[in-house]
């Protein structure tokens, strides 16, 4: 099962929140409120300015290159018709804010310009001449005010885009925290399905093996032999109900029944290599050192390597074949010997085996080392070093 998890937009900027509805409502206000005012006094020449100015808080927030045009445009118109200051001026350090609060960054250069030039040439024009104190007042004024507001945009700018670009990044990496669950689950799934398909070739391959070679054996002796042919049955049977109670055990546990089971077995150990060498009938077991504790893990993998080294032989060293399995304890280290004297390597295969490939796998998992190869003499050999700790996590 694939989850998609779609990628946030990318672009140059981190997104700028824009202008609530309420805001927006709040400059159509502010707009009619001062062509209300203006209309209610001042001179008559100066109205159509003043009007401009007006327009040009209600376009503010939603059209800031609009509301830039009609300031300007008001601008120009008092300068030529109004003798003092009016009250339409009020518009230029709002539309100054919300042209670094809402507009591209061009368009600020441009403005700045502009509202540089109206804070000297409206104070010039109305005081300039006649009162050069006032002028210098009023100028250091206007401008003051215009970068102040300039500059409170700008930070409320700043602060939404740092909102923003946190948010991103908060969304990115809850995406990729998505996706490496996703990436955990299917190795997890994975690593769990190979686990499984050891298990079961190593449980099915070796009994198989096991029962075809004494059922071969069985067939040639009955009539000879009868006694024999009983006993061989008899192992013909044990193995059968052994490697059947080994795949009821396994549906258990994939099932998630363990332990609810009167007939649960225990996990295969180091113990019942012995058992395992006997039912074979082909092989013989050595040991050697004085056993220490061992983690119940890799005592399953060494009891897997050897059951699959000893199915090797049965399938591929031929009738003749003898095996001889010898354990060893180091300190801290179990070495396994599995040799024959069958046709090993040289034998014809169908390319479809998954044994030799499975020891790595278990001998890999736990740490160890795991050599294989024809044996000098003729034969075949598997040789495997398996911490008995496991490894180091």
Known sequence: MSTLHPAPPRGPQAPVVPPSRLSIWLDVAVGALVALLCLTGGPVPSLVGD??????????TIRPLVGVALATLGG??????????????????????AVARWSPR????????????????????????SNPAAFLVISFTCLVTVAAAYAFGLVLRAMAISRATRARAQAEQVRHQAIQRESELRFNTAAERARIARELHDIVAHSLAVIVVQAEGAKAIA???PELAVQTLDTIA????????????????LRGEEGQDADYLPTASLA??????????????????????????????????????????????GPD??????????????????????????????GMGNGIRGMGERVQLHGGRLETGPRPGGGFVVRAHLPKAGPAR
């Open 238 to 253: 044990a193995a059968s109900r052994e490697s059947l109670a080994e795949m009821r055990q396994m549906v258990r546990l």
């Open 272 to 317: 019942d290599i012995d058992e395992l060498v006997e039912r074979t009938g082909n092989a013989t077991l050595t040991v050697n050192g004085v056993a220490t504790p061992t983690s119940p893990a890799v005592e399953l993998a060494a009891y897997r390597i050897v059951q699959e080294a000893l199915t090797n032989v049965i399938k591929h060293g």
């Open 76 to 97: 120009l118109v008092l300068l030529v018709v109004a003798d003092v200051p009016t009250f339409g001026l009020v518009a230029v350090p709002l539309v100054t804010y």
């Open 321 to 350: 074949a003898r095996a001889e399995v010898s354990i060893t304890h180091h300190p801290g280290l179990i070495e396994l010997v599995i040799s024959d004297n069958g046709r090993g390597a040289a034998t014809t295969s169908d």
């Open 223 to 225: 009539a000879r032999k």
């Open 106 to 129: 061009v368009l600020h250069y441009v403005t700045g310009g502009i509202l540089a030039a109206a804070a000297i040439a409206g104070p010039l024009r109305w005081f300039g001449v």
């Open 51 to 60: 009007l401009l100015f007006a327009c040009a808080i209600v376009f503010r």
